[in-house]
């Protein structure tokens, strides 16, 4: 395999290791500096550049894309996906990883456990969403925060309104979520791999600092995960369209709560805090995926004219609960079922005789404006056309 480590730090410990289980397992990998990359859209293919010439040809690359350069790194990621090269992490992972806004997004809409959160913008609104997740204390987190910087407690509702309100003046966005009290200054981190969690480690924050981050000085300590906690950390990943990931989450009284899905998570501290070789699970996992480039489904399913991708839900009422998915008709209707959501739980090609429950989601491939009949349309209060006020006819004539 040839494999190309977008970095811009050749020297930092994660590069180094991933170029030395590379070189174990008998590879051809190079650091390339992220930066250095030219898009080439002026040709008949998608291409790149790298230092003003033609890149060569390239089995895989494993991004290692820092916050300050997201747009352009996450930029040159989509040409290389758009160029059929495997990459365990998308452009398109990484943007939603990297906005915390997002990411919380587009987790809470898959039922992932998380702190309570609120993002407002208007002054007059930030008492009313300190309520809503609970009151205080509440954690204050900056939008482009790294490493712990930019991650504030504030114990008391005046307190953390001060502290909005001077961010907010600055022009910086912030979240305001819950305070996880019996987390005692720890968290796990989780990192993933594929469909699996190959290591784990609790990071616990020094003397009255509540943050854990080794950054801030925390120790960290090898964890076992339960099946739980390792199927969440999984999940999220797979979510955000991770396949390398780094989860972290907190330990809460009713079970683990994930805080945040790191696209480039590093490697030093949970190498020694569990003696286990991530970097070369990482290696070995590229090898086993590179003939199966991850690609945009929806783009590459919606290039022929009426066709596209939809979701349709079975909500309670409707006149497909309790039938089999067979008798739906849907092959006949030129309807393909990719994926049946049942609650957490996703049933790839789902077979014909799959009883339909309430809340059900099926995600189907196949002629739009088939799909569109089967879902209910809404009731909408018909809207009445008023006549036009006279200083609006006055004008209008005038």
């Known amino acids: 395999m040839k494999l190309a480590i977008l970095s811009r730090a050749p020297q930092a410990y994660s590069t180094q290791r991933l170029m030395a289980a590379s070189e174990q397992r008998g590879h051809q990998a190079r650091v390339l500096n992220t930066l250095r990359f030219g898009i080439d859209l002026a040709g008949e293919q998608p291409d790149l550049l790298y230092r003003g010439k033609q890149l060569s040809d390239y089995d895989a690359i494993l991004p290692r894309i820092g916050n300050s350069i997201t747009y352009f790194g996450t930029a040159v990621v989509r040409q290389f996906e758009q160029m059929d090269v495997y990459t365990p992490n998308t452009a398109n992972g990484i943007s939603n990883a990297r906005d915390k806004l997002r990411a919380i997004q587009i987790l809470s809409r898959h039922s992932i456990d998380m702190p309570a959160t609120a993002f407002v913008r208007n002054r007059a609104d930030v008492r009313a969403a300190i309520e809503s997740v609970g009151g205080a204390p509440v954690v204050i987190k900056l939008l482009e925060g790294t490493q712990g910087i930019g991650v504030i407690l504030a114990p008391q509702v005046k307190v953390a309104e001060a502290i909005i309100e001077t961010l907010h003046s600055?022009?910086?966005?912030?979240?305001?979520?819950?305070?996880?009290?019996?987390?005692?200054?720890?968290?796990?981190?989780?990192?993933?791999?594929?469909?699996?969690v190959v290591a784990a480690m609790r990071r616990i924050a020094s003397g009255d600092e509540f943050r854990s981050n080794v950054h801030r000085g925390g120790t960290v300590e090898a964890v076992e995960l339960d099946a739980a906690s390792e199927q969440i950390a999984v999940r999220a990943a797979q979510i955000m369209g991770l396949r390398v990931a780094g989860v972290d989450m907190l330990e809460g009284e009713n079970g683990p709560l994930v805080m945040e899905v790191n696209s480039s998570p590093g490697l030093q501290g949970i190498e020694a805090?569990?003696?286990?070789?991530?970097?070369?699970?990482i290696i070995d996992y590229i090898a086993n995926q590179v003939n199966f480039p991850e690609i945009d489904v929806r783009q590459r399913l919606s290039v022929s004219t009426g066709y596209g991708v939809a979701e349709i839900s079975m909500h309670a009422g409707s006149e497909h609960l309790g039938k089999?998915?067979?008798?739906?008709?849907?092959?006949?209707?030129?309807?393909?079922?990719?994926?049946?959501?049942r609650g957490v739980q996703v049933i790839p090609n789902p077979r014909k005789h799959v009883v339909l429950e309430a809340e059900d989601r099926l995600l189907c491939f196949g002629k739009l404006e088939e799909m569109?009949?089967?879902?209910?349309?809404?009731?909408?209060?018909?809207?009445?056309?008023?006549?036009?006020?006279?200083?609006?006819?006055?004008?209008a004539e005038g």
Request: charged share 35%; hydrophobic share 40%.
């Open 273 to 281: 805090a569990t003696g286990l070789d991530v970097a070369g699970a």
């Open 372 to 395: 569109r009949s089967m879902i209910p349309e809404r009731r909408r209060r018909r809207a009445r056309v008023r006549k036009l006020p006279q200083e609006a006819k006055d004008l």
């Open 324 to 341: 089999q998915l067979g008798d739906l008709g849907l092959w006949d209707r030129d309807i393909t079922v990719l994926t049946l959501h």
């Open 170 to 196: 600055t022009r910086q966005n912030v979240l305001i979520q819950r305070f996880i009290a019996e987390s005692r200054g720890r968290d796990i981190r989780a990192l993933v791999v594929g469909d699996r």
